[in-house]
């Protein structure tokens, strides 16, 4: 990562350096994790020398959903956030992948379990970045014995940060266990998603992905996946409730999020996934997002904003 007092960021309405961005100590969203955001990625293209942000009003929309959950709303319209992002983005002409996480949260110094009535504030920080994990060869995972929070407790389809505990606890819990990742189950015990990501299994030549009321983040690539799979692959993708035991007998289980792009795993609970190597459809899956995120396969129904100069642009 660069280095953070290099940084430049966005907050409380201004571009300024990282070290002068400060929250305080009694910050409410601290004590009691009373925020949401979002995770945006940006693709270096070598070739056209030019920067794309990958989907920003879609992922500036769903922040405005998850403020809505928490009675807070966005300083501007999602429109001119992504203006500010490429802009962010430009002041730190950044000329590699980059990693943005836009956040909203209660800015009031104070304590008190509670969500009305507070004051919140925004920022953005950006930085280089391409890989969440590493990926090529396969991820090792398991499914963990924490289960994933209820839409009536915590609900997932708002990226609240508090939220991100539940999680973290079946990350760790997997690591520790010597697994790459965690497959989490629902309370009733089916596929939800892993720690930070989507799940989809092809079996049979159907690909299936869990449903939307399995307490899983409304993903943004899920969204962009499926569409590719159906369009591109012509295969149909089902979204349904998925047991654990299914994704031991499916032939390939592939993940996808903003964080970790598109991965594959090779194996779950120690038992091999397929062949345990990367599926055809994995591989087109992988294939077909490189090529939409750098701007070198372009589609209506994917929003690539270019942060440079229109002369560096990709030929359309």
């Not at 403020?67 to 500010?84: N, R, V, Y």
């Not at 963990?144 to 839409?151: F, G, K, L, T, V």
């Not at 992988?286 to 396969?297: F, I, K, P, S, V």
């Amino acid at each position: 990562m660069t280095q953070l007092d290099e940084l430049i960021v966005y907050h409380r309405g201004e571009f300024r350096r990282y070290p002068e961005a400060r929250i305080g100590l009694m910050t409410h969203a601290l004590l009691y994790g009373t925020g949401c955001f979002e995770g945006i990625r940006a693709f270096w293209d070598e070739k056209s020398e030019q920067l794309n942000v990958f989907e920003p009003l879609a992922h500036y929309k769903r922040l405005a959903q998850s403020a809505k959950i928490l009675l807070m709303d966005l300083p501007a319209g999602p429109e001119e956030l992504c203006a500010i992002t490429a802009e962010l983005c430009r002041r730190n002409a950044f000329r590699s992948d980059v990693y943005i996480r836009p956040v909203l949260y209660k800015s009031e110094e104070t304590f008190g379990v509670r969500l009305d009535d507070l004051e919140h504030d925004f920022f953005i920080v950006a930085f280089p970045n391409s890989k969440y994990l590493e990926t090529n060869e396969g991820l090792d995972a398991c499914v963990s014995s924490w289960r994933r929070a209820d839409d009536n407790a915590t609900p997932p389809r708002a990226k609240i940060t508090g939220s991100y505990v539940n999680p973290a606890l079946a990350k760790s819990e997997a690591r520790a266990h010597g697994f790459d990742e965690a497959i989490v189950l629902t309370a009733d015990g089916h596929v939800s998603e892993t720690s930070a990501a989507n799940v989809f299994i092809v079996r049979d030549g159907v690909v299936s992905t869990p449903d939307a009321s399995q307490n899983l983040l409304e993903g943004i690539t899920r969204r962009v996946v499926k569409n590719l799979i159906e369009r591109d692959l012509g295969l149909r993708v089902v979204e349904r409730t998925i047991d654990r035991t299914e994704l031991y007998c499916t032939d390939e289980v592939f993940i996808c999020g903003t964080g970790v792009g598109i991965a594959w795993l090779r194996s779950l609970d120690r038992r091999t996934i397929g062949d345990g190597l990367m599926g055809p459809v994995t591989r087109a899956v992988t294939d077909g997002y490189h090529a939409l995120t750098r701007g070198r396969a372009l589609r209506p129904d994917v929003e690539l904003r270019a942060v440079y100069e229109p002369a560096y642009a990709v030929d359309a």
